[in-house]
């Protein structure tokens, strides 16, 4: 099991939805760990991985060793105007992930990249109008959903109306530091967004995606800086409470308080209220239960109650689908509006937290 989310990098079994060669790809900007999980994902579904830049040669090598089918770029403009390349796939500094996604879109590529996927109102206004202006899309990896079969199978118990209407997500999302292993952007506030944008980016796009929210309200934020006063610029724990257009509510935590004595980065947790039942999602571990078990599904309703095991059986299906809607032109795995209303929520969270003292 992974120690440190940052390296988390599901691999599922290869479900491809595109011959070999008919869906290329390329990878850039290595600075967040994501960008392997992403790279699985795609190839997985049947995507050609072709180069990879990144200005860090160390960086490039240690991606190499994972996908050496790549080719390293010379430069990133070399990548930007490789006729084949359909899509860039990248996981940059935070607050350059935007402007690196409009310089992507506007090569007449489609852009996936790594949560938080931007860090202020004024990127995501830019965003907005490089997608119409180019017809592109900025399509984000939002990987506690997207990746974790506990949650892609909680949502097909939504969709079935296993539990009625949704009223409330409760969402919990613990990490450990490990701020030994971190790069120095890590603790620059400018650079990383805050912890409610940055993993708070993942609560409330679940949020959105459980409820079927078309928009929401921020009700109330806050963090602190509880522990680390050795990092003045780090929230080591963020809390929001949202309320979405059909009423639906939203509590979340994130915190950087993981303890070393637990098998995984972050004991991460859902929990669905629906109008006839619930719904708890524990992601990566079951905590005290050998052997260690991931993606465990809790269902209550008026049948019963159930515990589904559900690793290595549902997949990842939002990377094919992702593919297919790149060529088509179509919107299945993720609406652009859906990815800019998260993406803009988890701003305005971050702009109205209250700080504890």
């Excluded at 994972?66 to 080719?71: K, L, T």
């Excluded at 530091?177 to 967004?193: I, T």
């Amino acid at each position: 099991m992974t120690k440190d989310g940052m390296t988390y990098a599901p691999k599922g079994k290869p479900n491809p939805v595109v011959q070999p060669g008919e869906f290329v790809f390329s990878a850039m900007a290595l600075d967040h760990g994501h960008i392997m999980g992403m790279c699985n994902g795609l190839i997985e579904a049947g995507a050609t991985l072709k180069y990879v830049y990144d200005p860090d040669p160390e960086k490039v090598k240690q991606f190499l060793a994972v996908f050496p089918q790549a080719i390293p770029a010379d430069s990133r403009e070399q990548v930007l105007q490789d006729p084949d390349t359909k899509l860039i796939a990248a996981a940059a500094v935070p607050n350059l992930r935007c402007p690196l996604g409009i310089a992507v879109m506007e090569a007449g590529k489609d852009y996936f990249t790594d949560k938080t996927p931007l860090v202020s109102l004024a990127q995501l206004s830019a965003a907005k109008a490089a997608v119409a202006r180019t017809g592109k899309k900025y399509m984000v990896y939002y990987s506690e959903r997207l990746h974790n079969e506990g949650a892609i199978f909680a949502g097909e118990l939504v969709a079935q109306q296993a539990i009625g209407r949704v009223i409330q997500v409760i969402g919990l999302g613990p990490h450990r530091l490990n701020a030994a292993s971190r790069p120095p952007w890590f603790f620059v506030k400018e650079q990383y967004g805050g912890i409610l944008c940055d993993i708070g980016s993942h609560q409330i796009e679940q949020f959105l995606y459980y409820t079927g929210a078309k928009s929401a309200h921020v009700m109330r934020s806050q963090v602190a800086n509880f522990a680390h006063p050795e990092y003045p610029e780090l929230e080591d724990f963020g809390e929001a409470m949202l309320v979405a257009d059909n009423g639906a509510t939203n509590y979340f935590r994130v915190d950087w308080f993981t303890p070393k004595g637990l098998r995984s980065w972050g004991d991460g947790r859902t929990l669905i209220l629906g109008t006839e039942g619930y719904i708890e999602i524990r992601k990566y571990i079951d905590i005290a239960v050998e052997p260690l078990q991931s993606d465990q599904v809790l269902l209550v309703n008026g049948q019963g109650e159930q515990r589904f095991s559900v690793s290595g059986q549902v997949g990842y299906p939002f990377f094919g689908q992702l593919i297919l809607d790149c060529i088509h032109r179509t919107e299945h795995a993720m609406s652009q509006a859906h990815a800019f209303l998260a993406a803009e929520l988890c701003v305005q969270t971050q702009l109205q937290a209250a700080v504890i003292r």
